[in-house]
């Protein structure tokens, strides 16, 4: 078995709301170091790598709360519809 489908396994046994928002967290925390590391280098480059954290980890949060919140909304429009 490899890695992705042990990841996607372990994914799938996870709560809805959680699920989503570690795949939130995950995705936009990337996005999120990725510009910062590109603001940080053209700014000044030595502290580059602060700057990828500084973006990182709110906009991971901020993924992370939105992809509990659509996982919520998700997991509720499943019950309503049984």
């Known amino acids: 078995m490899s890695t992705v489908e042990n990841l996607r396994e ?3 046994e ?5 699920r ?10 990337v996005i999120g170091a990725i510009v910062g590391l590109v603001i940080g280098l053209r700014t000044y480059a030595p502290t580059s790598w602060a700057a ?4 990182g ?5 901020v993924g992370a709360v939105l992809g509990a919140v659509v996982g919520l909304v998700h997991g509720a429009i499943r019950l309503l519809r049984r």
């Not at 990828?52 to 973006?55: F, G, K, Q, R, V």
Request: charged share 5%; no cysteine.
């Open 20 to 29: 989503y928002g570690v795949v939130g967290g995950v995705t936009l925390g």
């Open 52 to 55: 990828a954290i500084e973006l």
């Open 57 to 61: 980890l709110p906009s991971a949060f």
């Open 14 to 18: 996870l709560p809805l709301p959680v």
């Open 10 to 12: 372990q994914l799938r």
